[in-house]
C-alpha cells in the first residue's frame, strides 16, 4: 500500500512546485520510491509544438523521475488562469471522478506520491459542480502540508489556511517556510508564532536556490500517510 502527502500553499507563486521537487528528491535520494502527481495544472506551454506542463517538468527533472511530465498530470490548460476558468476556457471540465482514477494509476507505481495542489488551498477547479481543492485532498484520502513564504504577512496566511483546512477535515501535517533566512529577525519570529498559533510544526526552512531539504529521514518520512 502506497503514502501520500499533499503539497499545498498559502497563495500563488509561493513556491509549492519548487518545494514539491526537493520533498521528492529528498525521498529517492533516501532511497524511497517516490512519485510526483499534480491533478490540475494552468499556464502550460507550447515547446517544439508540444504541450508542456512546466510544474510537472520541473519536479520530474529536479527529482530524476523516469518519466514523461505529461504523464503526472490529470489536466493541463495553456491559460494562465485558475484551474476552473481555464477548463471553461478550452471546454474541458474538471472531473473528480478522472482525478481518483488517475491517482489510483499513480498509487500502483510507487510507493510514496507527491501530490501537489495549485494556487492556495481554496482554488476552484469546477465552480459549476461545487469542486474545490480540499474536495480533490479528501477524495484522494491524503494530509497536507502548507507551504509558505517566510515574509511579512505570513503569519496570518498561515493561520487562515490552517484552519481552513482543519475546518474542511484536512489534517494539516506541517509547514515549511520557503525564501528563509536565519539571520532575519523577522523570518526567525515568523517562524515562532506560525507554530504557537496555529499549534503545527514548521517542518523545515529553505533558502533561495536551496537544492536539499534539511530535514531528518524519519521526520520526512512522516509526514506520508498510509492511503
Same mark, same amino acid.
Given at each position: 500500500?502506497?503514502?501520500?502527502?499533499?503539497? &499545498?500553499?498559502?497563495?500563488?507563486?509561493?513556491?509549492?512546485?519548487?518545494?514539491?521537487?526537493?520533498?521528492?528528491?529528498?525521498? !529517492?535520494? %533516501?532511497? /524511497?520510491?517516490?512519485?510526483? /502527481?499534480?491533478?490540475?495544472?494552468?499556464?502550460?506551454?507550447?515547446?517544439?509544438?508540444?504541450? =508542456?506542463?512546466?510544474?510537472?517538468?520541473?519536479?520530474?527533472?529536479?527529482?530524476?523521475?523516469?518519466?514523461?511530465?505529461?504523464?503526472? $498530470? %490529470?489536466?493541463?490548460?495553456?491559460?494562465?488562469?485558475?484551474?476552473?476558468?481555464?477548463? !471553461?476556457?478550452?471546454?474541458?471540465?474538471?472531473?473528480?471522478?478522472?482525478?481518483?482514477? @488517475?491517482?489510483?494509476?499513480?498509487?500502483?507505481? /510507487? @510507493?510514496?506520491?507527491?501530490?501537489?495542489?495549485?494556487?492556495?488551498?481554496?482554488?476552484?477547479?469546477?465552480?459549476?459542480?461545487?469542486?474545490?481543492?480540499?474536495?480533490?485532498?479528501?477524495?484522494?484520502?491524503?494530509?497536507?502540508? =502548507?507551504?509558505?513564504?517566510?515574509?511579512?504577512?505570513?503569519?496570518?496566511?498561515?493561520?487562515?489556511?490552517?484552519? /481552513?483546512?482543519?475546518?474542511?477535515?484536512?489534517?494539516?501535517?506541517?509547514?515549511?517556510?520557503?525564501?528563509?533566512?536565519?539571520? @532575519?529577525?523577522?523570518? $526567525? @519570529?515568523?517562524?515562532?508564532?506560525?507554530?504557537?498559533? &496555529?499549534?503545527?510544526?514548521?517542518?523545515?526552512?529553505?533558502?533561495?536556490?536551496?537544492?536539499?531539504?534539511?530535514?531528518?529521514?524519519?521526520?520526512?518520512?512522516?509526514?506520508?500517510?498510509?492511503?
Amino acid at each position: 500500500m502506497a503514502k501520500g502527502i499533499f503539497v &499545498t500553499a498559502t497563495g500563488t507563486d509561493i513556491g509549492k512546485t519548487y518545494i514539491s521537487a526537493l520533498l521528492v528528491k529528498n525521498m !529517492r535520494d %533516501s532511497g /524511497y520510491n517516490c512519485g510526483y /502527481y499534480k491533478p490540475a495544472l494552468s499556464g502550460a506551454e507550447i515547446t517544439n509544438g508540444r504541450l =508542456i506542463p512546466g510544474d510537472c517538468d520541473y519536479v520530474v527533472k529536479t527529482a530524476g523521475l523516469n518519466v514523461q511530465p505529461e504523464k503526472c $498530470v %490529470s489536466y493541463m490548460f495553456k491559460p494562465a488562469v485558475s484551474p476552473h476558468l481555464a477548463a !471553461r476556457i478550452e471546454n474541458n471540465p474538471i472531473k473528480l471522478e478522472k482525478i481518483t482514477s @488517475d491517482f489510483a494509476a499513480i498509487k500502483k507505481q /510507487y @510507493d510514496y506520491i507527491v501530490a501537489e495542489g495549485a494556487g492556495g488551498i481554496v482554488c476552484p477547479f469546477n465552480i459549476e459542480e461545487n469542486l474545490l481543492l480540499p474536495d480533490v485532498i479528501k477524495a484522494l484520502d491524503l494530509d497536507i502540508v =502548507i507551504v509558505a513564504s517566510a515574509e511579512l504577512g505570513t503569519i496570518n496566511s498561515i493561520v487562515l489556511t490552517a484552519e /481552513y483546512a482543519k475546518q474542511h477535515g484536512i489534517a494539516v501535517k506541517g509547514i515549511i517556510l520557503n525564501g528563509y533566512n536565519h539571520d @532575519d529577525i523577522m523570518h $526567525v @519570529d515568523n517562524k515562532k508564532c506560525a507554530e504557537i498559533l &496555529t499549534g503545527i510544526p514548521v517542518l523545515t526552512t529553505v533558502g533561495k536556490n536551496q537544492k536539499d531539504l534539511e530535514i531528518e529521514k524519519n521526520i520526512l518520512e512522516g509526514i506520508f500517510k498510509e492511503i
